[in-house]
Structures are given as C-alpha cells and as structure tokens.
C-alpha cells in the first residue's frame, strides 16, 4: 500500500527552483531589450585591457565616469548599445580592435509591500510577472485581497494603476498587495 508522503517543505523547495529556472530562461531571452538605469550594477570589461575593466552602480544621474572617455551616459541604453558606445569610444585613438563586454551584475530592484509574507526590494529580472514576485516575497498573508494589487510604475510614480498577477513587471515598480478587512 502506498502512502502519500508529501513532505511540505520539499515540495515549497521544488516550486522555487522551478520559478528559478523560469525566471533564469526569460532572463536569457529578453536581456537584449533591457534598458539599463540608475540602481543597475554593470560589469564592462576590455579583452587584454585589465585597467579598463570595472563595476559600476548607475547612479541618479544615469552616467558612469569611464577611464579614457569621462562621463558617459547609459541611462536606457541596453547592454549591446552601451558596448557599442564604448568600443567607439576607444577605438582608434586609445585601442586598435577594442574587445568590449557589458554584463548586468544586478538589477535593480522592484519592490513589494502590503499583505505578503516578506516584503521590501528583490532584485529585478526580465519577465517577472506579479505572481512571480509575490512567490519571491514569501506569498499572501491571510489578509490579502488577491484581487486587489495596486502598482506604482517606476516613469510615473505618483500614479497608480490595478493590476492583475499576470502583469509583466518593470524595473523600479512597486507592487502593494491590499488588504481584506473580512
């Protein structure tokens, strides 16, 4: 005879690797379209040039102090325009065949506040839906109204919109889960 055996703890490990593994594929097929702003933390590296190879926090103002080049403007750029800027920047009077890598380190964050287990700030990634990030922050409290998500878009945030679980979200909204008061 066999006995149902589940065992609670293995099967909440089992749907965070598998949000995980989904966010990890999505992340793979939209960070192209990403545009990179203040709060990302990049990575640009120079092939064979070890002292024009750094990390960078983007900053308010949306610019990097770049050796050779100074102020350069990244704010919504995405990674292969930000390279493109750079490899031209270098090219010719500072490097011959300038080899330019940009990597995302850390996105920055969305954030979730009200009626969920854990709230505060996760770190954005392409493709995350409402759902996903109300999984992240540990899921509804028993107050939650589920039906009544309200988010404040990081282009206007004095505005605020309701939206469902499926809603893509965007790097810098912030998501608040209402709560029921039956």
Known sequence: MLRNSANPFGLW????LALSLSLSAQGVNSAD???LGAGDHILIQVFDEPDLSMS???SESGTVNYPLLGEVEVEGLT???LEARITSGLLGDYLVNPDVTV???????IYIDGEVRQPGGF???PGLTVQKVVALAGGFTERALRDRIALQPAKDPASEQSVGL???IRPGDVITVKRSFF
């Open 103 to 109: 990597a995302i380190e850390e996105y920055r964050p």
């Open 33 to 35: 379209a990403y545009q």
């Open 13 to 16: 490990i089992t749907t965070l």
């Open 166 to 168: 499926d809603y893509t």
């Open 79 to 81: 990674v292969r325009e």
């Open 123 to 125: 770190p954005y990634q």
């Open 56 to 58: 960078f926090r983007l």
